[in-house]
Protein backbone atom coordinates (compact mmCIF):
# COMPACT_ATOMS: atom_id res chain seq x y z
CA UNK A 1 0.00 0.00 0.00
CA UNK A 2 1.72 3.26 -1.03
CA UNK A 3 2.34 5.57 2.33
CA UNK A 4 -0.22 8.23 2.51
CA UNK A 5 0.91 10.09 5.95
CA UNK A 6 3.90 10.19 7.82
CA UNK A 7 3.10 10.47 11.90
CA UNK A 8 5.60 11.13 14.61
CA UNK A 9 6.53 11.15 18.50
CA UNK A 10 7.41 13.92 19.64
CA UNK A 11 9.53 13.76 23.02
CA UNK A 12 13.57 12.94 21.78
CA UNK A 13 12.40 12.22 18.39
CA UNK A 14 11.41 16.05 17.13
CA UNK A 15 12.67 17.54 20.35
CA UNK A 16 14.74 17.29 23.17
CA UNK A 17 13.40 18.85 26.76
CA UNK A 18 14.74 22.27 27.50
CA UNK A 19 13.32 25.15 29.25
CA UNK A 20 13.97 28.81 30.67
CA UNK A 21 16.10 28.08 33.49
CA UNK A 22 14.38 31.11 35.73
CA UNK A 23 11.55 28.64 35.46
CA UNK A 24 13.51 25.20 36.15
CA UNK A 25 15.00 26.71 39.38
CA UNK A 26 11.60 28.04 40.66
CA UNK A 27 9.50 24.94 39.98
CA UNK A 28 12.40 22.55 41.73
CA UNK A 29 12.70 24.76 44.59
CA UNK A 30 9.03 24.78 45.02
CA UNK A 31 9.36 21.10 44.81
CA UNK A 32 10.99 20.92 48.01
CA UNK A 33 9.50 23.60 49.78
CA UNK A 34 12.11 25.92 49.12
CA UNK A 35 12.65 29.50 49.14
CA UNK A 36 12.31 31.60 45.93
CA UNK A 37 16.14 31.93 44.36
CA UNK A 38 16.92 34.01 41.80
CA UNK A 39 18.20 33.14 38.53
CA UNK A 40 21.19 36.22 39.67
CA UNK A 41 21.98 34.96 42.61
CA UNK A 42 22.25 30.87 41.78
CA UNK A 43 24.73 32.24 38.87
CA UNK A 44 26.67 33.98 41.55
CA UNK A 45 26.74 30.77 43.81
CA UNK A 46 27.99 28.88 40.62
CA UNK A 47 30.74 31.26 40.10
CA UNK A 48 31.81 30.99 43.73
CA UNK A 49 31.37 26.71 43.32
CA UNK A 50 32.49 26.15 39.36
CA UNK A 51 34.97 22.90 40.49
CA UNK A 52 32.05 20.54 41.62
CA UNK A 53 30.93 17.70 39.80
CA UNK A 54 27.16 18.13 41.10
CA UNK A 55 25.30 21.06 41.93
CA UNK A 56 24.52 20.53 45.59
CA UNK A 57 27.51 22.73 46.27
CA UNK A 58 26.04 25.63 44.76
CA UNK A 59 22.74 24.90 46.32
CA UNK A 60 23.77 24.90 50.07
CA UNK A 61 25.88 27.99 49.35
CA UNK A 62 21.92 29.77 47.54
CA UNK A 63 20.16 27.92 50.72
CA UNK A 64 22.39 29.54 53.73
CA UNK A 65 21.36 33.08 52.63
CA UNK A 66 17.86 31.34 53.36
CA UNK A 67 15.88 30.35 56.23
CA UNK A 68 14.83 26.71 55.12
CA UNK A 69 15.04 23.10 55.92
CA UNK A 70 14.93 22.28 51.89
CA UNK A 71 17.60 20.04 51.45
CA UNK A 72 20.55 20.95 49.31
CA UNK A 73 20.88 17.37 47.61
CA UNK A 74 17.22 17.09 46.89
CA UNK A 75 17.07 20.65 45.13
CA UNK A 76 20.43 19.58 43.03
CA UNK A 77 18.05 16.50 42.09
CA UNK A 78 15.21 17.81 41.42
CA UNK A 79 16.86 20.88 39.28
CA UNK A 80 18.63 18.75 37.01
CA UNK A 81 15.10 16.41 36.22
CA UNK A 82 13.72 19.46 35.97
CA UNK A 83 16.58 20.68 32.93
CA UNK A 84 16.31 17.17 31.43
CA UNK A 85 12.30 17.65 31.27
CA UNK A 86 13.00 21.02 29.26
CA UNK A 87 12.74 21.25 25.10
CA UNK A 88 14.00 22.49 22.46
CA UNK A 89 13.62 21.28 18.30
CA UNK A 90 16.41 18.53 16.93
CA UNK A 91 17.73 19.85 14.21
CA UNK A 92 15.99 20.55 11.25
CA UNK A 93 12.73 19.43 12.89
CA UNK A 94 10.44 21.91 11.53
CA UNK A 95 11.83 22.10 8.04
CA UNK A 96 11.54 18.39 7.77
CA UNK A 97 7.45 18.30 8.77
CA UNK A 98 6.99 20.90 6.25
CA UNK A 99 8.72 18.92 3.64
CA UNK A 100 6.94 16.46 4.24
CA UNK A 101 3.75 18.05 4.23
CA UNK A 102 4.50 18.56 0.54
CA UNK A 103 3.51 15.22 -0.07
CA UNK A 104 2.10 13.28 2.67
CA UNK A 105 0.16 14.37 5.25
CA UNK A 106 1.88 14.49 8.72
CA UNK A 107 0.80 14.19 12.17
CA UNK A 108 1.82 14.00 15.74
CA UNK A 109 0.87 11.16 18.46
CA UNK A 110 2.34 12.22 21.99
CA UNK A 111 2.19 10.62 25.18
CA UNK A 112 1.77 12.88 27.68
CA UNK A 113 -0.81 15.25 29.74
CA UNK A 114 -2.55 17.50 27.32
CA UNK A 115 -1.68 20.34 29.12
CA UNK A 116 1.91 19.94 29.16
CA UNK A 117 2.42 18.86 25.89
CA UNK A 118 0.19 21.50 23.91
CA UNK A 119 2.67 24.21 26.28
CA UNK A 120 5.66 22.15 24.63
CA UNK A 121 4.09 22.84 21.10
CA UNK A 122 3.28 26.42 22.01
CA UNK A 123 7.18 26.70 23.04
CA UNK A 124 8.34 25.41 19.78
CA UNK A 125 5.81 27.56 17.84
CA UNK A 126 4.80 24.09 16.34
CA UNK A 127 0.85 24.65 17.12
CA UNK A 128 0.39 24.51 12.54
CA UNK A 129 3.20 22.52 12.17
CA UNK A 130 0.95 19.35 11.41
CA UNK A 131 -2.12 18.06 9.85
CA UNK A 132 -3.09 15.91 12.69
CA UNK A 133 -1.88 16.25 16.43
CA UNK A 134 -3.06 14.13 19.20
CA UNK A 135 -1.74 13.82 22.82
CA UNK A 136 -2.56 10.38 24.56
CA UNK A 137 -4.09 12.40 28.09
CA UNK A 138 -7.34 12.80 26.07
CA UNK A 139 -7.53 8.91 25.81
CA UNK A 140 -8.32 5.91 27.41
CA UNK A 141 -4.72 4.91 26.98
CA UNK A 142 -1.33 6.31 26.32
CA UNK A 143 1.15 4.22 23.58
CA UNK A 144 1.87 1.40 22.61
CA UNK A 145 -2.11 0.78 23.21
CA UNK A 146 -3.41 0.63 19.77
CA UNK A 147 -6.08 3.36 20.97
CA UNK A 148 -3.34 5.55 20.35
CA UNK A 149 -2.46 4.41 17.25
CA UNK A 150 -6.12 4.51 15.61
CA UNK A 151 -6.97 7.57 16.60
CA UNK A 152 -3.87 9.16 15.31
CA UNK A 153 -5.38 7.42 12.36
CA UNK A 154 -8.57 8.76 12.50
CA UNK A 155 -7.29 12.06 12.69
CA UNK A 156 -4.74 11.60 9.69
CA UNK A 157 -7.59 10.55 7.41
CA UNK A 158 -5.26 7.47 6.79
CA UNK A 159 -5.45 3.37 6.96
CA UNK A 160 -2.74 1.77 9.23
CA UNK A 161 -1.08 0.53 6.34
CA UNK A 162 -0.82 4.29 4.63
CA UNK A 163 0.90 5.35 7.45
CA UNK A 164 4.26 5.03 8.96
CA UNK A 165 4.97 6.07 12.44
CA UNK A 166 8.52 7.50 13.50
CA UNK A 167 10.04 7.66 16.96
CA UNK A 168 12.79 7.14 19.59
CA UNK A 169 10.88 4.53 21.87
CA UNK A 170 11.33 0.39 20.73
CA UNK A 171 8.72 -0.60 23.22
CA UNK A 172 6.15 2.53 23.05
CA UNK A 173 6.74 3.86 19.76
CA UNK A 174 8.18 0.93 16.91
CA UNK A 175 6.33 -1.95 18.73
CA UNK A 176 3.44 -0.15 19.48
CA UNK A 177 3.41 1.22 15.91
CA UNK A 178 3.89 -2.38 14.04
CA UNK A 179 1.36 -3.78 16.61
CA UNK A 180 -1.04 -1.79 15.03
CA UNK A 181 -0.59 -2.47 11.23
CA UNK A 182 1.57 0.50 10.94
CA UNK A 183 5.01 1.00 9.84
CA UNK A 184 7.85 1.59 12.00
CA UNK A 185 10.80 3.75 11.33
CA UNK A 186 13.15 3.87 15.00
CA UNK A 187 14.67 7.03 15.60
CA UNK A 188 18.42 6.15 17.33
CA UNK A 189 20.53 8.32 19.85
CA UNK A 190 23.22 6.00 21.14
CA UNK A 191 20.98 2.66 21.32
CA UNK A 192 20.57 -0.04 18.76
CA UNK A 193 17.18 -0.19 16.30
CA UNK A 194 14.75 -2.21 17.40
CA UNK A 195 14.27 -5.62 15.08
CA UNK A 196 10.12 -4.35 14.90
CA UNK A 197 11.59 -1.35 12.83
CA UNK A 198 11.12 -1.31 9.07
CA UNK A 199 13.68 1.63 9.42
CA UNK A 200 16.30 2.97 11.70
CA UNK A 201 17.88 6.69 11.29
CA UNK A 202 20.38 7.98 13.45
CA UNK A 203 18.33 11.31 15.66
CA UNK A 204 21.24 13.69 14.42
CA UNK A 205 20.69 12.55 10.67
CA UNK A 206 16.51 12.75 10.93
CA UNK A 207 16.56 15.80 8.74
CA UNK A 208 18.73 14.84 6.01
CA UNK A 209 17.81 11.31 6.30
CA UNK A 210 13.89 10.45 6.74
CA UNK A 211 12.23 11.77 3.31
CA UNK A 212 14.62 9.43 1.78
CA UNK A 213 14.00 5.94 3.71
CA UNK A 214 9.90 7.06 3.74
CA UNK A 215 9.82 6.85 -0.04
CA UNK A 216 12.31 3.71 -0.23
CA UNK A 217 9.56 2.02 1.91
CA UNK A 218 6.70 3.55 0.02
MG1 LIG B 1 9.81 9.80 22.51
Excluded at 149 to 174: I, M, N, W
Aim: charged fraction near 30%.
Amino acid sequence: MAIRAVAFDLDYTLAIPERDRQTLLNEASEAVDGPTLSREAYLDAHRRNLTNRTREPIFEDLLADHDTDASAGALADTYRDAITDAIVPVAGAEALARELREEYRVGLLTDGPVRAQRAKLDALGWEDLFDAVVITGSLEAGKPDACAFRAELDALGTTADETVYVGDSAELDVAGAHAAGLRAIHVLSNGAASPAADAAIERDALAERLPGVVAELD
